[in-house]
Every structure is written in C-alpha cells, then in structure tokens.
C-alpha cells in the first residue's frame, strides 16, 4: 500500500511564501526521485521540480531561484518551499516517486495553492 500524501496547500497573496509536504510510505524511500508537479485548470501537468537521493534537483525555469526542494531521508518526506509566489503558480501540486530509468510513477492526491489579492 503505496501512499503519497501531500499537505500545506492554501491560499497566499502575491509575493507571499508557501511550503508543501509529501508523506510517503509504502516504498524504500532512498531508491526513489522525488518530485513535486503541477497543474492548473486547463493545463497540462508540469514539473516544478525533482530530487535525487543524492540530494540532486532539477527546477523547473519558471520557479528556479523561488522554489526549493528539499528531501529528509529519516522521515521519508519530500519538502517544496514556494517563496515570492506568482498569480500563475496557482496549480494543485502532485508529489511523485519514481525510481530512475522506471516504468511506473506514484503520485499523490494532490494540494491546492492558489496565489491571489
């Protein structure tokens, strides 16, 4: 029983900073990337960001500099910092474990940001 809980979506004001958290259990968490997605109504899923094992990441252009991911090994959870947040990061935010090279991906339920005045 694979599960990928995310939490700490909300609302925030332009400018303002959000932090997401994914809960995993049910894998080895160490063998697997994780990542954190994205995707507004009307839009296609995208990539925000990944994380190796080794502590490797990969941002997404439009959140680099803003966005940290962030891995704690001991807790098998996955952390994306949003800071200086943007109309247009409204998305629900998917968390996602795949083992490189893999066939198959879990993902989350998902978590709502939404980033207004």
């Known amino acids: 029983q694979v599960q990928l809980v995310e939490s700490g979506g909300g609302l925030v004001q332009p400018g303002g900073s959000l932090s997401l958290s994914c809960a995993a259990s049910?894998?080895?968490?160490?063998?697997?990337?994780m990542g954190w997605y994205r995707q507004a109504p009307g839009k296609q899923r995208e990539l925000v960001a990944t994380i190796t094992n080794g502590k490797s990441t990969n941002y997404a252009d439009s959140v680099k500099g803003r966005f940290t991911i962030s891995r704690d090994n001991a807790k098998d959870t996955v952390l994306l910092q949003m800071n200086s947040l943007k109309p247009e990061d409204t998305a629900v935010y998917y968390c996602?474990?795949?083992?490189?090279?893999?066939?198959?991906?879990?993902w989350g339920q998902g978590t709502q940001v939404t980033v207004s005045s």
């Open positions: 996602n474990a795949k083992i490189s090279g893999g066939r198959f991906a879990y």
């Open positions: 049910g894998i080895i968490f160490s063998r697997y990337v």
